[in-house]
C-alpha cells in the first residue's frame, strides 16, 4: 500500500518535474571503471521491493543492493539500519537526478504504479544509469517508447520484470514449443488471476494505471504469445467487467477476458482477474495437451505433458534473484537484455488493442 504522502508526493511530481526529464548525463558512467558486481538502487519500497525484491537482492551474484528511493523517511531509516545502506546512497522524488553523480549506483529498479515507470526510467538513463522496470512497462506505446529511446540514447540498457522468462520452469514448456516435441500448437488457454480485496491501493485508480489488464492482464498475454511462439494478428474480441463498481469505478476492469489470434488461425483464449483465483496455463498440441499449473506462482511451476512431468521447486534462489542475476550479468558481458524494453511493449500494444475491441465489440487488428 502507498502511504498519503506517497499519493500526494505522486501528484506533485506529476505536476513539478517535466523539465527533469530530459537531462543527458551520461558522461560519468562511461568513464568508471569495470565492477565485477552492480550496484541497484530500488526505486518504490512497496510491497514488491519490501517482501521480494529486497531479500532476492541478498542472494544475487552479480547485482546488490546499493541503494534506496523512497518518499516516506521512516521507510528509509528501516531499510538503512536492516541492509546498511550508506546515508550517500539514499534518495528521495524531489533530489532523484544527483543519482547521476554516485558510481556506487549502476542499476535503477523502478518500482512504483505504472504511471510513474515512463517518468523515472528516463530520468534514470539521463542520469547515466541502466533500468530495470516492473511490469506492466508503461501506460501506452507511446510512453514504451520513449522509454526505450531514452535508454538508448544514454547508452544505457533497459529490461522490464517478467521473472518467469528467467525461471527453469518457464524454460522447460517454452523448449518444448520451439522444438515441437508435441507438434504444432494448436490452440492456448491460460489464466491469471486473484482475489483482490483492497479499495485503495494504485491497481483500483485508473490514473496511476490500475485496473487488472495491465498488472496480472499481461501474465496472460505473455502465457499466449510464449504458449504459441508466435505474435498476435489481432485481438478477435474482448469483455471487461466489473462485479464491484464500489471499488473498479468508472468502467475500470476489474475482469477481462479475450480471444487472441495468431497466425495460421491458432487462437488463445485469456482471462485476469482481481475477482477471482485461477491460475494455469494450458497449450494443445497435435500430440497432446501441455497443462502448466501454477502458471506464475513465485515458487516454481508443475508441468505435465505427454512426454512427462516437469517441476522445479525452489525457493532459493527465488525467481527475482534468478531475473536479476541474468540482467546483472547481461550488462556487465555487454549482451542484449533477455527481456528487454521492446519485450513490454509489445504487451502493452495487446492491452490496448483489447481494450478498444471491448469497448467496440469489434476486432481489432495489430
Same mark, same amino acid.
Given at each position: 500500500?502507498?502511504?498519503?504522502?506517497?499519493?500526494?508526493?505522486?501528484?506533485?511530481?506529476?505536476?513539478?518535474?517535466?523539465?527533469?526529464?530530459?537531462?543527458?548525463?551520461?558522461?560519468?558512467?562511461?568513464?568508471?571503471?569495470? *565492477?565485477?558486481?552492480?550496484?541497484?538502487? @530500488?526505486?518504490?519500497?512497496? /510491497?514488491?521491493?519490501?517482501?521480494?525484491?529486497?531479500?532476492?537482492?541478498?542472494?544475487?551474484?552479480?547485482?546488490?543492493?546499493?541503494?534506496?528511493?523512497?518518499? %516516506?523517511?521512516?521507510?528509509?531509516?528501516?531499510?538503512?539500519?536492516?541492509? $546498511?545502506?550508506?546515508?550517500?546512497?539514499?534518495?528521495?522524488?524531489?533530489?532523484?537526478?544527483?543519482?547521476?553523480?554516485?558510481?556506487?549506483?549502476?542499476? &535503477?529498479?523502478? &518500482?512504483?504504479?505504472?504511471?510513474?515507470?515512463? !517518468?523515472?526510467?528516463?530520468?534514470?538513463?539521463?542520469?547515466? *544509469?541502466?533500468?530495470?522496470?516492473?511490469?506492466?512497462?508503461?501506460?501506452?506505446?507511446?510512453?514504451?517508447?520513449?522509454?526505450?529511446?531514452?535508454?538508448?540514447?544514454?547508452? =544505457?540498457?533497459?529490461?522490464?520484470?517478467?521473472? @518467469?522468462?528467467?525461471?527453469? $520452469?518457464?524454460?522447460?514448456?517454452?523448449?518444448?514449443?520451439?522444438?515441437?516435441? @508435441?507438434?504444432?500448437?494448436?490452440?492456448?488457454?491460460?489464466?491469471?488471476?486473484?482475489?483482490?480485496?483492497?479499495?485503495?491501493?494504485?491497481?483500483?485508480? *485508473? !490514473?496511476?494505471?490500475?485496473?487488472?489488464?495491465?498488472?496480472?492482464?499481461? /501474465?496472460?498475454?505473455?502465457?499466449?504469445?510464449?504458449?504459441?511462439?508466435?505474435?498476435?494478428?489481432?485481438?478477435?474480441?474482448?469483455? %471487461?467487467?466489473?462485479? =464491484?463498481?464500489?471499488?473498479?469505478?468508472?468502467?475500470?476492469? !476489474? %475482469?477481462?477476458?479475450?480471444?487472441?489470434?495468431?497466425?495460421?488461425?491458432?487462437?488463445?483464449?485469456?482471462?485476469?482477474?482481481?475477482?477471482?483465483? &485461477?491460475?494455469?496455463?494450458?497449450?494443445?498440441?497435435?500430440?497432446?495437451?501441455?497443462?502448466? !499449473?501454477?502458471?506464475?506462482?513465485?515458487?516454481?511451476? *508443475?508441468?505435465?505433458?505427454?512426454?512427462?512431468?516437469?517441476?522445479?521447486?525452489?525457493?532459493?534462489?527465488?525467481?527475482?534473484?534468478?531475473?536479476?542475476?541474468?540482467?546483472?550479468?547481461?550488462?556487465?558481458?555487454?549482451?542484449?537484455?533477455?527481456?528487454?524494453?521492446?519485450?513490454? @511493449?509489445?504487451?502493452?500494444?495487446?492491452?490496448?488493442?483489447?481494450?478498444?475491441?471491448?469497448?467496440?465489440?469489434?476486432?481489432?487488428?495489430?
Amino acid at each position: 500500500m502507498y502511504s498519503s504522502s506517497r499519493r500526494s508526493l505522486i501528484k506533485t511530481l506529476a505536476t513539478g518535474s517535466g523539465l527533469l526529464l530530459f537531462s543527458p548525463n551520461s558522461l560519468l558512467a562511461a568513464t568508471r571503471k569495470k *565492477k565485477d558486481r552492480l550496484g541497484v538502487a @530500488l526505486v518504490g519500497l512497496g /510491497y514488491y521491493s519490501t517482501d521480494l525484491l529486497a531479500p532476492a537482492l541478498q542472494q544475487t551474484k552479480h547485482c546488490y543492493l546499493a541503494g534506496i528511493v523512497t518518499g %516516506t523517511p521512516s521507510k528509509a531509516e528501516d531499510w538503512k539500519k536492516k541492509f $546498511n545502506i550508506p546515508d550517500k546512497n539514499i534518495y528521495n522524488y524531489q533530489n532523484f537526478d544527483q543519482i547521476a553523480n554516485n558510481p556506487d549506483i549502476d542499476v &535503477v529498479y523502478v &518500482v512504483l504504479p505504472p504511471s510513474m515507470h515512463r !517518468e523515472y526510467t528516463i530520468r534514470a538513463a539521463n542520469a547515466g *544509469k541502466h533500468v530495470w522496470c516492473e511490469k506492466p512497462m508503461a501506460m501506452d506505446e507511446k510512453e514504451c517508447r520513449e522509454m526505450i529511446d531514452a535508454c538508448k540514447r544514454n547508452k =544505457r540498457s533497459l529490461a522490464i520484470g517478467y521473472r @518467469l522468462q528467467h525461471e527453469p $520452469n518457464t524454460k522447460a514448456w517454452r523448449k518444448m514449443i520451439a522444438d515441437q516435441s @508435441l507438434g504444432k500448437v494448436q490452440s492456448v488457454n491460460c489464466a491469471a488471476a486473484y482475489r483482490d480485496n483492497r479499495t485503495d491501493h494504485w491497481k483500483q485508480k *485508473k !490514473e496511476m494505471g490500475g485496473g487488472v489488464l495491465y498488472d496480472m492482464g499481461v /501474465y496472460s498475454i505473455q502465457g499466449a504469445r510464449m504458449g504459441t511462439g508466435m505474435e498476435p494478428i489481432a485481438v478477435a474480441s474482448a469483455i %471487461t467487467s466489473t462485479t =464491484r463498481p464500489e471499488i473498479y469505478k468508472n468502467g475500470l476492469d !476489474e %475482469t477481462a477476458v479475450a480471444k487472441l489470434e495468431f497466425p495460421g488461425g491458432v487462437f488463445a483464449d485469456i482471462k485476469t482477474s482481481f475477482g477471482e483465483n &485461477v491460475n494455469f496455463l494450458h497449450i494443445q498440441c497435435e500430440k497432446g495437451l501441455i497443462k502448466v !499449473e501454477p502458471y506464475s506462482a513465485y515458487n516454481g511451476q *508443475k508441468i505435465t505433458s505427454p512426454l512427462g512431468n516437469i517441476h522445479h521447486p525452489y525457493s532459493v534462489p527465488m525467481q527475482q534473484t534468478l531475473q536479476m542475476d541474468d540482467d546483472a550479468q547481461s550488462i556487465l558481458k555487454g549482451k542484449a537484455m533477455q527481456v528487454p524494453g521492446e519485450e513490454g @511493449l509489445r504487451d502493452i500494444r495487446i492491452v490496448e488493442a483489447i481494450y478498444k475491441s471491448a469497448a467496440s465489440g469489434q476486432k481489432q487488428r495489430l
